[in-house]
């Protein structure tokens, strides 16, 4: 057995002086333990943050929530109770292999089912062949699906008891829990090939996971248009995004896409292999060249060393469309400094080859696409800079994806000027790296690829959760340790909700109470004696108590600890003592943290005269909990807007029709009089782009007086052009009058004494004659005028 690698130094960045920060010290992946916070601005204020956001290509579940809701958690205690000014970068990564492949199956998917609508005797042979293809991934018998339920119960029967009759507490490790997936699929859809249901929908439904793989396999050889997977990746994006909205989770400063910094990576990659710490192969693969990183003094694999090797990790880290996995060749070249295949096992692809069926970019090494590790060293990179405070993600990604992250980077920017070095002088990216614990499911991490997750929509709509509900579990759970979910767990999360919106009612209606009495004339007693030194000493030891929680790690379990003690102690002042002034200040306190933490959706921690929280079942706190009133009419202005767009377009497109000037005249009124008088804007842009009027909202009477100032402006334009036309007008009548005088006759006149047959003066009136010079100048204009007069005739 190989001896445990040890992680290398790492350097705290430098204390800012006279910079006062807090106490925080926050748990560091790259030294496994707590560290003093100090981030890189001088003024101790700006915190740079990169998070690795969404692969989209499913619906985000538990595990997802575990992650992104957990950050919003610590995002948002940095900057709402640390006072931290938080520039928080996440990506989507919009092109990848999970992506390609989930694309391009339901892409086939659609085109055989809507190809064969009924069970014929081909579609059950094609699928019964998709079925013996996907049995072969877990044994070389080859049962038939009418024999294979014998055959499962024979060679794994516990599973197929469980399968059978599931069991909330079985614990199965992930190996297990996969075959178990596998033997699910398998089994579903035998009984659906033995015994076809009468709808053709349900039998697709039954066997869609072994038809799809199948189906990419038979057209392995075919190319797709890129909107095949840019409908794939726009659709579970947009999808992510309202799941977020939903748990409360802040929306990003930056969102960065992989299909965006497409030319970035090229650029990225190609100073890598000129710095010689990447190389290109014969397919038009580039890899990360580990050996020259390590020659070079760098330490790969700096957040967990003891993984680097572990092929599986790799291979899931690598992709399943990547190329050149048949084997590596250390020697082999063929020509300018091209290799063969990978010089190692380990090295990883920073630009994939497109082969057929998937989307590529060009480069100087052929039509490709960039790797998965290196499109978050990219767009961080090019948004926050050579280097960044925090970096966080799941504890699934530390290796292979952020230590290559790492190692990328680092080769990137080692050598550059600015920033702090490691001990032994090298670039240090990233100075605090965080992971979120996982979140476990009958003891197996929830994972889409073991199919034993549950959306965030069904947890929500269906599953008994609340956005607050699970976003409590989270909080009690600490950040980076694991969540197993059971019912002990729920109970407890419950529970604390429970007591804190008890609390509130409480505290709130014996407010109303007591100003109502006041209001009615009544004198309300404002003592202060030993009960209520006792809970304001409560509430100040509470305060510490969080304080210093928070600034452990946030450690916000044992900070709702403290506040469910503080409520315990205020409960029992109120049964004791009428006086209220001491339960609200505990109450405004109470809100502010709760508010800290996300737990109301519909409140920021800056009302600190508030108290109590948002009903997380009502219809204005869960899908729609962050929606803004315009965000809520949003839907009907569109809708509208859309209408109104396409009477215009008939109005424009037929002119001459008795109806298009009126038509357009009320599609204008309905913008600048009746929605502006509601605070509605609305732009209209060209057709020729396709592009809808866009929607805006602005205070009503500023769109009033733009519309006023326009009326202005379009009347004053009017005057101008009247003007001007009057004045044309002068000018042409002038010119007319002028040119109607014959050029025969337009130089007799008192100042000439002897003229020519075409009335060209010769002498002036004194008798002296013109001069040559004199006689062209006249005869100019003489020309000048014959023209005039006969385009006047």
Same mark, same amino acid.
């Given at each position: 057995?190989?001896?445990?690698?040890?992680?290398?130094?790492?350097?705290?960045?430098?204390?800012?002086?006279?910079?006062?920060?807090?106490p925080?010290?926050?748990?560091?992946?790259?030294?496994?333990?707590?560290?003093?916070?100090?981030?890189?601005?001088?003024?101790?204020?700006?915190?740079?943050?990169?998070?690795?956001?969404?692969?989209?290509?499913?619906?985000?579940?538990?595990?997802?929530?575990?992650?992104?809701?957990?950050?919003?958690?610590?995002?948002?205690?940095?900057?709402?109770?640390?006072?931290?000014?938080?520039?928080?970068?996440?990506n989507?990564?919009?092109?990848?292999?999970?992506?390609i492949?989930?694309?391009?199956?339901?892409?086939?998917?659609?085109?055989?089912?809507?190809?064969?609508p009924t069970l014929?005797?081909?579609v059950?042979?094609?699928?019964?062949?998709?079925?013996?293809?996907?049995l072969?991934?877990?044994?070389?018998?080859?049962?038939?699906?009418?024999?294979?339920?014998?055959?499962?119960?024979?060679?794994?029967?516990?599973?197929?008891?469980?399968?059978?009759?599931?069991?909330?507490?079985?614990?199965?490790?992930?190996?297990t829990?996969?075959?178990?997936?596998?033997?699910?699929?398998?089994?579903?859809?035998?009984?659906a090939?033995t015994?076809?249901?009468?709808?053709?929908?349900a039998?697709?439904?039954?066997?869609?996971?072994?038809?799809?793989?199948?189906?990419?396999?038979?057209?392995?050889?075919?190319?797709?248009?890129?909107?095949?997977?840019?409908?794939?990746?726009?659709?579970?994006?947009?999808?992510?995004?309202?799941?977020?909205?939903?748990?409360?989770?802040?929306?990003?400063?930056? !969102?960065?896409?992989?299909?965006?910094?497409?030319?970035?990576?090229?650029?990225?990659?190609?100073?890598?292999?000129?710095?010689?710490?990447?190389?290109?192969?014969?397919?038009?693969?580039v890899?990360?060249? *580990?050996?020259?990183?390590?020659?070079?003094?760098?330490?790969?694999?700096?957040?967990?060393?003891?993984?680097?090797?572990?092929?599986?990790?790799?291979?899931?880290g690598?992709?399943?469309?990547?190329?050149?996995?048949? #084997?590596?060749?250390?020697?082999?070249?063929? #020509?300018? #400094?091209?290799?063969?295949?990978?010089?190692?096992?380990?090295?990883?692809?920073?630009?994939?080859?497109?082969?057929?069926?998937?989307?590529?970019?060009?480069?100087?090494?052929?039509?490709?696409?960039?790797?998965?590790?290196?499109?978050?060293?990219?767009?961080?990179?090019?948004?926050?800079?050579?280097?960044v405070?925090?970096?966080?993600?799941?504890?699934?990604?530390?290796?292979?994806?952020?230590?290559?992250? *790492?190692?990328?980077?680092?080769?990137?920017?080692?050598?550059?000027?600015?920033?702090?070095?490691?001990?032994?002088?090298?670039?240090?990216?990233?100075?605090?790296?965080?992971?979120?614990?996982?979140?476990?499911?009958?003891?197996?991490?929830?994972?889409?690829?073991l199919?034993?997750?549950?959306?965030?929509?069904?947890?929500?709509?269906?599953?008994?959760?609340?956005?607050?509900?699970?976003?409590? !579990?989270?909080?009690?759970?600490? $950040?980076?340790?694991?969540?197993?979910?059971?019912?002990?767990?729920?109970?407890?999360?419950?529970?604390?909700?429970?007591?804190? /919106?008890?609390?509130? !009612?409480?505290?709130?209606?014996?407010?109303?109470?007591?100003?109502?009495?006041?209001?009615?004339?009544?004198?309300?007693?404002?003592?202060?004696?030993?009960?209520?030194?006792?809970?304001?000493?409560?509430?100040?030891k509470?305060?510490?108590?969080?304080?210093?929680?928070?600034?452990?790690?946030?450690?916000?379990?044992?900070?709702?600890?403290?506040?469910?003690?503080?409520?315990?102690?205020?409960?029992?002042?109120?049964?004791?003592?009428?006086?209220?002034?001491a339960?609200?200040?505990?109450?405004?306190?109470?809100?502010?943290?709760?508010?800290?933490?996300?737990?109301?959706?519909?409140?920021?921690?800056?009302?600190?005269?508030?108290?109590? $929280?948002?009903?997380?079942?009502?219809?204005?706190?869960?899908?729609?909990?962050?929606?803004?009133?315009?965000?809520?009419?949003?839907?009907?202005?569109?809708?509208?807007s859309?209408?109104?767009?396409?009477?215009?377009?008939?109005?424009?497109?037929?002119?001459?029709?008795?109806?298009?000037?009126?038509?357009? /005249?009320?599609?204008?009124?309905?913008?600048d009089?009746?929605?502006?008088?509601?605070?509605?804007?609305?732009d209209?842009?060209?057709?020729?782009?396709?592009?809808?009027?866009?929607?805006?909202?602005?205070?009503?009477?500023?769109?009033?007086?733009?519309?006023?100032?326009?009326?202005?402006?379009?009347?004053?334009?009017?005057?101008?052009?009247?003007?001007?036309?009057?004045?044309?007008?002068?000018?042409?009548?002038?010119?007319?009058?002028?040119?109607?005088?014959?050029?025969?006759?337009?130089?007799?006149?008192?100042?000439?004494?002897?003229?020519?047959?075409?009335?060209?003066?010769?002498?002036d009136?004194?008798?002296?004659?013109?001069?040559?010079?004199r006689?062209?100048?006249?005869?100019?204009?003489?020309?000048?005028?014959?023209?005039?007069?006969?385009?006047?005739?």
């Amino acid at each position: 057995m190989s001896t445990r690698r040890e992680q290398p130094p790492w350097t705290l960045p430098p204390a800012h002086d006279g910079v006062p920060l807090p106490p925080l010290r926050i748990f560091n992946s790259l030294t496994r333990k707590k560290e003093p916070f100090v981030p890189l601005d001088p003024a101790g204020k700006t915190v740079t943050w990169y998070c690795c956001g969404p692969t989209v290509y499913d619906a985000g579940h538990l595990g997802h929530a575990r992650n992104y809701v957990t950050t919003d958690v610590l995002r948002r205690i940095m900057r709402d109770y640390f006072g931290f000014e938080v520039r928080f970068v996440q990506n989507v990564t919009d092109v990848d292999d999970k992506i390609i492949l989930r694309a391009r199956q339901n892409h086939l998917l659609e085109e055989f089912t809507s190809s064969n609508p009924t069970l014929t005797p081909d579609v059950l042979k094609t699928v019964t062949s998709a079925w013996s293809s996907y049995l072969s991934k877990i044994t070389t018998d080859t049962p038939t699906p009418t024999d294979f339920p014998a055959w499962a119960a024979t060679n794994h029967p516990a599973l197929t008891a469980l399968i059978a009759s599931p069991a909330k507490d079985t614990v199965l490790d992930e190996a297990t829990t996969k075959l178990k997936m596998h033997l699910t699929t398998l089994l579903t859809a035998a009984t659906a090939l033995t015994t076809p249901p009468s709808e053709t929908a349900a039998f697709y439904t039954s066997c869609t996971p072994v038809l799809l793989p199948y189906l990419d396999k038979l057209h392995a050889d075919r190319e797709y248009e890129t909107d095949v997977f840019t409908k794939l990746s726009t659709y579970w994006e947009r999808h992510f995004e309202t799941d977020m909205r939903t748990l409360n989770v802040l929306p990003p400063t930056t !969102v960065t896409r992989v299909s965006e910094f497409i030319p970035e990576n090229v650029a990225f990659v190609e100073k890598l292999v000129d710095r010689g710490f990447a190389y290109p192969t014969a397919d038009g693969s580039v890899y990360f060249d *580990i050996a020259a990183y390590e020659a070079a003094g760098h330490h790969y694999a700096k957040l967990q060393p003891w993984n680097r090797g572990d092929e599986a990790l790799i291979a899931d880290g690598e992709g399943a469309l990547t190329s050149a996995k048949a #084997g590596t060749d250390t020697l082999a070249q063929v #020509g300018g #400094g091209v290799q063969a295949a990978k010089k190692s096992a380990q090295d990883f692809a920073l630009w994939k080859a497109s082969k057929k069926g998937e989307p590529s970019w060009e480069s100087p090494w052929g039509r490709g696409r960039p790797g998965w590790h290196i499109e978050c060293s990219v767009m961080c990179s090019e948004v926050l800079g050579q280097q960044v405070d925090i970096h966080s993600g799941g504890v699934d990604l530390a290796f292979p994806h952020h230590d290559n992250e *790492i190692a990328q980077s680092e080769a990137y920017w080692d050598g550059c000027e600015g920033g702090h070095k490691t001990l032994d002088g090298r670039h240090q990216w990233i100075n605090y790296f965080l992971h979120m614990g996982h979140l476990n499911i009958h003891g197996s991490k929830m994972s889409k690829s073991l199919k034993n997750f549950v959306s965030i929509r069904d947890a929500l709509g269906r599953g008994g959760w609340t956005a607050r509900g699970l976003r409590v !579990v989270f909080l009690m759970g600490g $950040w980076k340790e694991g969540i197993e979910v059971r019912e002990g767990v729920l109970a407890e999360a419950k529970n604390w909700e429970a007591s804190v /919106t008890k609390f509130f !009612v409480n505290v709130k209606a014996l407010v109303a109470e007591e100003e109502a009495r006041e209001s009615a004339g009544e004198k309300i007693p404002q003592l202060f004696g030993g009960r209520e030194h006792a809970i304001f000493k409560e509430l100040d030891k509470t305060r510490a108590a969080v304080h210093a929680a928070l600034c452990d790690n946030f450690n916000t379990a044992d900070a709702m600890k403290a506040l469910t003690d503080l409520i315990t102690e205020t409960n029992k002042y109120m049964s004791a003592t009428p006086a209220l002034a001491a339960p609200k200040e505990v109450a405004r306190y109470i809100t502010r943290i709760v508010t800290v933490f996300g737990l109301d959706p519909l409140s920021t921690p800056s009302g600190e005269d508030r108290i109590g $929280w948002s009903d997380p079942t009502s219809t204005t706190s869960t899908t729609s909990s962050a929606e803004t009133p315009e965000e809520a009419l949003l839907p009907y202005l569109r809708a509208l807007s859309t209408f109104r767009d396409a009477v215009r377009k008939l109005a424009i497109a037929n002119p001459d029709a008795p109806t298009s000037a009126p038509l357009l /005249t009320l599609s204008d009124n309905l913008r600048d009089y009746d929605l502006a008088a509601l605070g509605v804007s609305l732009d209209d842009r060209e057709f020729a782009n396709g592009k809808p009027a866009l929607i805006k909202f602005a205070p009503a009477a500023e769109l009033v007086a733009a519309r006023e100032e326009k009326v202005r402006r379009a009347e004053e334009k009017e005057r101008r052009k009247e003007e001007a036309r009057v004045k044309r007008e002068e000018e042409e009548r002038r010119r007319s009058e002028a040119a109607s005088v014959s050029h025969l006759v337009m130089y007799r006149t008192e100042e000439w004494g002897e003229w020519d047959e075409e009335g060209m003066p010769v002498r002036d009136r004194e008798g002296v004659e013109v001069t040559k010079s004199r006689g062209k100048v006249l005869r100019k204009g003489w020309e000048r005028q014959k023209k005039a007069h006969e385009a006047w005739l």
